[in-house]
């Protein structure tokens, strides 16, 4: 039996039936990785499991008081943070320059496996069997590459953009446009899902594609220009499935 299809919600009280009519001629559905597909925190769990140890032994500080400092800065500045790294190795008397590297191969090399969201795997499944898939994703291309081995997700998608590796990264247009590209199919007939109004809609929004953000409690209560927003918000991914698999779409 197919999963329930979960009702659909707009914040702003948009006319479903027309959102329903755009999907209509949607050819290709994209996505973000980080918090949209999955809870990205799991990923930095996993880093500190192997990390803490390797600077506790370095320092000879307490595993203890590390992990809860790591957690402190994490929770200040965000998982977009760029010197977690660099201010904990400064912090417990390490060189952060010298420190550094073999902090970044740890994170870079986790191996426990990760979950995605609840239904994530069974709808990029029956999406992917209807639809043209892209992922694009930002940050260092070996880590994101990582995260989709540990959570089995990359046979779903036909292309996947890593952003950072471009000229230009999100939220500006080229990672978009470059996967319209590849994939040959017009902006108005695509879409991109993701959670962070600082990276994910003002490029697919300026190139026409119609786009979706899902909740992120770090983030949900910023004051973004609406060019910086996407057109539409929804509770879940799980709520495409009444968009673009209700069987009146067949």
């Known amino acids: 039996m197919p999963p329930e299809t979960p009702p659909i919600a707009t914040e702003s009280g948009d006319d479903v039936e027309a959102l329903r009519r755009r999907c209509r001629d949607v050819e ?6 980080d918090n949209t597909l999955y809870d990205e ?3 930095f769990e996993a880093a500190f499991d192997r990390i803490v140890p390797f600077l506790a ?13 790591l957690r402190e800065i994490l929770r200040a ?6 010197y977690l790294f660099s201010d904990i190795l400064g912090e417990i008397g390490l060189d952060p320059t010298g420190g550094l590297p073999d902090v970044l191969a740890l994170f870079r090399s ?8 609840p239904g994530v795997t069974e709808l990029l499944r029956d999406l992917s ?8 994703t930002s940050g260092m291309r070996e880590v994101q590459e990582n995260k989709l081995r540990l959570l089995g997700l990359a046979p779903f998608f036909e292309e996947i953009i890593f952003s950072s590796t471009l000229p230009e990264n999100k939220p500006g247009q080229m990672p978009f446009r470059f996967l319209l590209e590849k994939l040959g199919v017009d902006a108005a007939r695509a879409i991109y899902v993701g959670d962070n109004p600082l990276f994910d809609f003002r490029g697919p929004n300026q190139l026409g594609m119609l786009t979706f953000r899902v909740p992120n409690d ?7 220009v609406t060019e910086d927003d996407a057109q539409v918000r ?12 209700a069987p009146t779409m067949g």
Request: aromatic fraction near 10%; proline fraction near 5%.
């Open 28 to 33: 290709l559905l994209a996505f973000d990785l």
């Open 41 to 43: 925190g799991r990923y």
């Open 57 to 69: 032994e370095r320092s000879g500080r307490p595993q203890e008081a590390i992990g809860r400092r």
């Open 77 to 82: 500045h965000g998982k977009h943070y760029h």
């Open 110 to 117: 986790v191996r426990q496996p990760l979950a995605p969201f």
């Open 129 to 136: 069997s209807r639809y043209r898939m892209g992922l694009i």
């Open 218 to 224: 770090e983030l949900d209560d910023l004051d973004v």
């Open 234 to 245: 929804i509770q879940g991914v799980q709520e495409l499935r009444g968009l673009f698999l």
